[in-house]
């Protein structure tokens, strides 16, 4: 196992050290360097026989799974949900337990100076029905594995696009596991998650 492989596994935040300078930083840009956490929604459907999944664009016009940050009050599988419901309108099956977890690294902080380490824990969600998501400017698409793969690599770091494919083919692995027939009764922990419900706090 390499130092990320676990790094990733027992969620260990990457140490990152201050060099000294002259420029002032913002006590609260500092705090930001220790990271967060997120949860994504790999959302999928097969038809005839065929996997697609569903992903969104981000803010910066690149293609992803909808994902956010972990709430109050919610579990991740919750939170996951909502964030499939709200980014891309989706109702379905959210598997429990991540089946991935991948990091990222974002700019912030004033001027971007800052790289912040963000865990994702990535839920598979077998999608049921869509409705219109209730965030403008995602236009949700449904898109084949080699499609997927393709948005996933555009306009990131080769770091980056690897991380998210390797879920996507994760994905892919567990979900041809879990259409064999032999599967059909597996112990298989699921969340039905009612939107209702989740938003009115019930």
Sequence with gaps: MSVRDARMQFGVR????IQP??????LSDLRKRRGSEQVAAVCYRVRNGLIEFLLVRTRSGRWTFPKGSVMAGLTPAQAAALEAYEEAGVHGRMEEEAF???LRTKRAGRRNRLDIDIAVSAHLCEVLR???PRESKRDPRW???DKTRQRLRD???PEHAAELVRVMDRAVFRIQRLHQPARALENRKVVFIDMKKLKSGK
């Design 130 to 132: 869509l409705e219109r």
């Design 100 to 102: 991935a977890r991948y």
């Design 143 to 145: 898109l084949s594995i």
């Design 14 to 17: 990457r140490i990152q050290v």
């Design 155 to 157: 306009e990131r770091s």
């Design 21 to 26: 300078s002259s420029e002032f930083v913002r």
